[in-house]
């Protein structure tokens, strides 16, 4: 643009307005505004795939299901991960990268833990391992493109490469194994891709997703359609209306059926008890058949729904808890959110942590900072330990929990402290871990529970809040998902929570119940009808000022006519009803009619009535720049209409200069502002 454009535009404003410092153009509402549905707009059925691929990108674990198009009824989860750890089913592969030292992507899941494991400490130092990660996308306040990740060893990578690295892992892992089961080349084009991120993940995360999407090569800007972001609660909502009694558990009916509870057959690895029969048989044959059949009918529980019940999705994973509600519409049975989607990181991590901490307080946080960075791989042996036994905690359980300590743990504290382990295990006021003589921690169950508290008060707490807003009344079910769905404890919290209030149903394999739905998504997205506004969406205006309404520093007069400068012209509102592929279309003219480039600014905000762009939480997330130089309006105000299509978990912003027709199309960016 050039600097006298710049002028044209920026002349319009007020010095003391901040639209002045972005070049916010002189652009004012022509007409009233009015919401257009556009049936033709819809998010394309996307039936010209061979195939559907989800990938369930987890902060702790990750994995990848499939379905042919013609078969949309099988779904068959990823191949056997090499490795895996005593006590963890591994039907997933732990979230972990390894880059070599000069930054090239070396190994992921489980193979990158072993070899990393295996180095030479000497060796290993220059290595970069990352776990967890995923984290990072939540907790960032201002995620950009160029935001950083830190490796095991402190050095720092760009959490776009890393992203991109494990997207284009699970992209060669898949198509390799559909080429397997073809027997011939399966060709990228012909897979539709589908990547499942928290509901409570912010817009800059979500669409951090797709770009790491786009560097990996799994699909190209060209082909947006290819790719489609699923949010984890609504997948796992799908799997969930196919449930068949066979599938889940009820925890409302706490009675003993074939002599074993209800959660015995809920994970796979999860409790002391010896489970009947039937459920180790359904566990047995579970795990030996990679394919699942969905069928094509609507599950028994479903069938219990009618028009408009509710229902609560409560996704408890690694890093985060997501908590959705949503309601039946009939006669397809489709879904409407009813409330925008709420939870926080409250996940199993949160336990990790927990665990840490009481390290920390037994050894010193000087020494277990050390010891991270001069024994990383003996630290993640810990964890490791740590994990198989956290899963064996239940309410329950009266005998104590055995952690094996790494010998090179008990070596390097004595190096660093000069006395042994026990003595400080003795000396610190921890009087319910003790030190047993095969070298290991034993921890008392409370002491173990104790771990959990924290975390699993949060989940109560939140869900507390969630069931006493009036939306959220008379739930019929609530679905227990996710990999920490699994634990007892927090099973049992839940139970305590709800009173009987609504039934608890969790799904057998209930860690794959994400990833089922999401290929079910990508089989059919039009099964989302309705979805909350996380945000209030607008644009930056000038209004004709009016005495009294508009305060007086955002006068601005220009050719004797008095404007308000400013002002937000709102699209749709923070937690309003979109319907998937809704258009909202507003009419604007350029307030000076001899402008060449029209600039619109896309703002967005948390609150749900903004009324400048100047206040405060309200940012910049697009922009869609109209060049309409050399070319004449016959109408005496040139009309610029824009659409904005919301729905999906992208947000599609178009301007038209109507007497022309030209266009200019812009995706809202939220990370580059």
Not at 167 to 185: I, V
Not at 394 to 404: D, K
Not at 410 to 433: C, M, P, Q, T, W
Not at 526 to 545: A, C, D, E, H, Q
Request: hydrophobic share 35%; glycine share 6%.
């Amino acid at each position: 643009m050039t600097t006298q454009e710049e002028k044209i535009l920026t002349d319009e404003m007020a010095n003391s307005s901040p639209a002045k410092s972005v070049g916010d153009p002189g652009i004012t509402p022509l007409s009233p505004t009015h919401i257009q549905n556009d049936t033709n707009d819809q998010v394309p059925s996307g039936m010209s795939f061979m195939v559907v691929v989800a990938i369930d990108f987890g902060t702790t674990s990750s994995g990848y299901a499939y379905a042919f198009t013609k078969e949309p009824e099988c779904i068959h989860t990823m191949r056997r991960w090499e490795g895996g750890d005593p006590g963890v089913s591994n039907q997933k592969t732990p979230t972990t990268i390894l880059l070599t030292p000069d930054r090239k992507f070396h190994s992921f899941g489980y193979a990158a833990r072993d070899f990393y494991h295996d180095l030479d400490p000497s060796e290993s130092k220059h290595w970069l391992y990352l776990e967890k990660f995923k984290m990072k996308l939540h907790t960032t306040a201002n995620l950009s493109i160029n935001t950083d990740l830190q490796a095991a060893n402190g050095k720092r990578v760009k959490a776009l490469d890393i992203f991109a690295y494990a997207l284009a892992f699970f992209k060669e892992q898949a198509l390799k194994e559909l080429s397997d089961q073809t027997g011939c080349e399966f060709d990228n084009n012909d897979v539709r891709w589908v990547i499942t991120v928290p509901a409570i993940w912010k817009m800059p995360a979500k669409q951090f997703m797709r770009e790491a999407a786009y560097k990996s090569g799994l699909v190209s800007r060209d082909n947006p359609e290819q790719l489609i972001i699923a949010l984890e609660p609504e997948a796992a909502s799908i799997y969930c209306r196919k449930l068949r009694l066979h599938q889940m558990v009820d925890l409302s009916n706490q009675t003993n059926q074939n002599g074993c509870s209800p959660t015995d057959n809920v994970g796979t690895a999860m409790t002391q008890a010896s489970p009947g029969h039937a459920a180790k048989e359904h566990v047995r044959r579970n795990r030996q058949s990679r394919t699942f059949l969905v069928e094509n009918v609507v599950g028994e529980l479903w069938s219990e729904l009618e028009e408009g019940d509710r229902y609560v999705v409560v996704d408890c994973g690694g890093g985060t808890v997501d908590l959705t509600v949503h309601q039946i519409r009939l006669p397809e049975g489709h879904l409407k959110e009813l409330y925008k989607a709420s939870g926080g990181p409250y996940g199993s991590l949160g336990i990790d942590y927990e665990f840490e901490k009481l390290l920390c307080k037994i050894f010193g946080q000087d020494f277990i900072d050390q010891f991270k960075i001069k024994r990383p791989a003996a630290w993640v042996d810990l964890m490791i330990a740590f994990e198989s036994r956290k899963r064996a905690a239940a309410p329950g359980r009266t005998n104590p929990l055995n952690i094996n300590l790494p010998f090179s743990f008990i070596d390097y504290y004595k190096k660093f402290r000069g006395h042994s382990v026990e003595h400080a295990l003795r000396k610190s006021n921890v009087d319910f871990v003790k030190w047993s003589s095969q070298g290991m921690l034993r921890m008392s169950p409370d002491a173990m529970n104790s771990l959990f508290k924290p975390t699993i008060e949060h989940i109560i707490q939140h869900l507390n809040e969630l069931f006493e807003k009036p939306e959220v009344s008379n739930i019929k079910f609530l679905f227990l998902v996710g990999g920490f769905a699994e634990s007892p404890l927090l099973q049992q919290a839940v139970q305590n929570m709800l009173q009987g209030r609504s039934r608890i149903i969790i799904p057998h394999d209930v860690g794959l119940t994400i990833l089922k739905g999401a290929v079910l998504f990508g089989l059919d997205p039009s099964i989302i009808k309705v979805r909350r506004s996380p945000l209030t969406y607008g644009v930056g205006v000038l209004n004709r000022f009016v005495e009294d309404k508009h305060p007086s520093e955002k006068l601005l007069v220009k050719d004797g006519t008095r404007w308000c400068t400013d002002v937000f012209d709102t699209f749709i509102s923070a937690d309003q009803s979109v319907a998937l592929g809704e258009l909202v279309k507003r009419s604007y003219t350029p307030a000076k009619p001899s402008q060449q480039v029209i600039v619109i600014h896309v703002y967005c905000s948390e609150k749900e009535k903004v009324g400048f762009i100047s206040e405060s939480g309200v940012k910049k997330c697009g922009t869609l720049r109209l060049d309409v130089s050399g070319t004449e309006s016959t109408a005496p105000r040139r009309e610029i209409q824009t659409h904005m299509q919301f729905g999906d978990t992208e947000i599609r912003a178009m301007a038209v200069d109507v007497s022309t027709g030209r266009t200019v199309k812009a995706s809202i960016d939220f990370l580059s502002h």
